[in-house]
């Protein structure tokens, strides 16, 4: 299977804390990108990283991607009770837009 | 820009029917693709549609097809429904950009099958 794996499967921390998700994958990749699904709800895009990068921040999201060991890790900086969700990792290829997704990380920010 | 919107929402069908969902892409997006989430197996690709032509398949039994019209809208059929087909299915518009494709999506159409 192309699919990814994040871990852990599951993440509990206290709000502003930091929060560390790992994604790994299997072929190689043209980019990766993250993704936020709130309880059953559709995902929203996260950040997108290119093969040729190696990090990239947005606001206070911080990823990371290592293709020699095809992994990628996703750090959430003074984490708020918002950021409860479920996170993905998604491997997109040189072939075309197809997109493999891990099988996410639920995260749980308590207040 | 509105986003990617799919409808129904909900939808009960009973086993053995057909159903057939809808998706809106961003306006100026030319591919949707078409996922399957379940709890077992998580997040699973259908297929993809760019220009109305089908470019990228998943695993999928023929039972689940697809198509696209020149406005870039698509829709998705399931026929002889099994109860396996219950699931979330998220419908996603991309763009290129930089050598890649960001995907976008919507909030997803619950199908539940009785």
């Known amino acids: 299977s192309q699919q990814g794996e994040e871990d852990p499967q599951a993440l509990s921390i206290q709000e502003g804390e930091n929060a560390t998700m790992n994604c790994s994958y299997k072929t190689s990749i043209n980019n990766l990108q993250w993704y936020r699904q709130n309880s059953g709800r559709g995902l929203v895009h996260l950040i997108l990283?290119?093969?040729?990068?190696r990090e990239k921040h947005s606001g206070r999201l911080r990823v990371t991607l290592d293709t020699s060991k095809k992994s990628s890790s996703l750090l959430i900086t003074a984490s708020r009770a918002a950021d409860t969700a479920s996170y993905f990792c998604?491997?997109?290829?040189?072939?075309?837009?197809?997109?493999?997704f891990g099988t996410g990380t639920s995260l749980t920010v308590i207040p | 820009k509105a986003g990617v919107t799919q409808t129904p929402r909900y939808l009960i069908k009973t086993r053995g029917q057909q159903v057939t969902l809808s998706c809106s892409p961003i306006?100026?997006?030319?591919?949707v693709s078409w996922y399957q989430q379940t709890p077992g197996q998580g997040l699973q690709f259908l297929f993809e549609y760019f220009s109305e032509t089908q470019r990228n398949k998943g695993n999928f039994p023929g039972r689940f097809s697809g198509r696209q019209f020149s406005n870039s809208r698509s829709e998705m059929n399931v026929s002889t429904l099994e109860l396996g087909d219950s699931a979330l299915y998220l419908c996603?518009?991309?763009?290129?950009?930089?050598?890649?494709?960001?995907?976008?999506f919507g909030p997803g159409t619950r199908l539940t099958v009785t």
């Open positions: 998604a491997t997109g290829s040189y072939t075309g837009n197809q997109f493999y």
């Open positions: 996603a518009s991309s763009q290129y950009s930089g050598s890649s494709y960001e995907q976008y």
């Open positions: 990283i290119r093969s040729n990068e």
């Open positions: 306006s100026g997006h030319r591919s």
